[in-house]
């Protein structure tokens, strides 16, 4: 079976092709899907700048049949071969689901197909197990809407722990734009290059609740640090020109050098207050990636002792940063345990 996969639950639109066997084994597994074809095309707003629904929805709209050419080009697939069109049902911003949602329902009426929702949620978790081969694992589900911390139980996927406010990759997104860093290609990778840079770790608020996190709080902290910072490397100008003025008011010799005395003691004054920081962006960028991603290997450990679980897949847009992964790998292998993560495909979920 070949099913065209449609995503755009966000920024991105992808467009993915993937055969399935159609014969079962003896222990009812289908064997390895083929992924025949997985472009994307990604609105990238302006630095400083988040990505509205509205002109999402317009890029998603302007792109998608595009990519679908290409897609059925790129994996060499007819109309006829094509037996079902899969897309993103939800969760995910309202106006670019429905403007895939439209496009999805265009197809099949036009192909005369199957339409197949798929749950956003699952998908990526389903997709991380067929790439990775995880069995039963607990999974870490973050994205820059979602975090959660999930197990399968009962024919059904338990949320066992989650945000309490906003996702980590909001979080990490929206001090980006508190930093105007590049959007492009996601400012949460831009933010993982700042932090290998990175020396000092800075005190941040860590909001562990039994299995549930908070992020709202560390995010506070990181953008007043980053105020400050950019505070202080602003130009002294306004310094400097005040000084001209009252020494152009005191013309007599005794008055300037009374003058230069009290200035001495004011720059003494203000270099105090304006010197040099101790903390760079990429300060800020390390220690908010170590900060938040020691909170989601917490509650991630917590869960896996809960369920006797050995086994965590990492999956959604955050889960591609490599410091994440290491440092749910060295708490793994200290439990005997693995971690699954995916590679770029763990973005998007219309490979599924």
Not at 84 to 94: E, S, W
Not at 164 to 173: E, F, H, K, M, R
Not at 228 to 236: H, I, T, V
Request: glycine letters at 10%.
């Amino acid at each position: 079976m070949i099913a065209l996969g449609l995503e755009g639950s966000a920024n991105k639109l992808g467009v993915g092709l993937i055969r399935q066997p159609d014969a079962y084994d003896s222990d009812g597994d289908a064997g390895q899907a083929e992924i025949l074809a997985n472009i994307r095309h990604t609105f990238v707003s302006p630095p400083g700048e988040g990505f509205l629904p509205k002109d999402t929805a317009i890029h998603h709209r302007a792109w998608v049949v595009k990519l679908v050419k290409q897609a059925m080009r790129e994996a060499r697939v007819r109309i006829d071969d094509v037996d079902c069109i899969c897309y993103t049902k939800g969760p995910g911003m309202g106006a670019p689901l429905q403007a895939v949602a439209v496009a999805a329902r265009m197809l099949s009426l036009l192909w005369g197909k199957d339409l197949v929702g798929v749950n956003h949620c699952v998908g990526h978790i389903e997709m991380g197990r067929e790439i990775t081969g995880a069995q039963n694992p607990i999974v870490l589900y973050v994205s820059g809407g979602n975090t959660q911390v999930i197990a399968y139980a009962e024919q059904r996927y338990r949320i066992f722990g989650e945000a309490l406010d906003i996702a980590v990759g909001n979080c990490l997104d929206r001090f980006a734009r508190t930093l105007e860093i590049s959007n492009d290609p996601a400012p949460g990778y831009n933010i993982e290059q700042l932090a290998k840079k990175g020396t000092r770790l800075l005190d941040l608020p860590y909001t562990v609740k039994g299995m549930d996190c908070s992020f709202s709080g560390i995010l506070s902290s990181v953008d007043a640090l980053a105020a400050d910072l950019k505070a202080q490397q602003q130009p002294q100008k306004k310094h400097q020109q005040q000084r001209r003025r009252r020494q152009q008011q005191q013309p007599q010799e005794k008055q300037k050098q009374k003058q230069q005395e009290g200035e001495q003691g004011q720059e003494q004054e203000h270099e105090k207050e304006h010197a040099t920081p101790t903390f760079t962006t990429a300060d800020l960028c390390f220690s908010l990636q170590e900060t938040v991603y020691a909170m989601l290997v917490e509650i991630t450990e917590r869960a896996m002792a809960h369920v006797g679980s050995n086994q965590v897949l990492i999956v959604g847009g955050v889960g591609c940063n490599e410091r994440l992964q290491e440092m749910m790998g060295l708490m793994a292998r200290e439990r005997g345990g693995q971690v699954y993560a995916t590679d770029e495909r763990c973005v998007s979920v219309f490979a599924l």
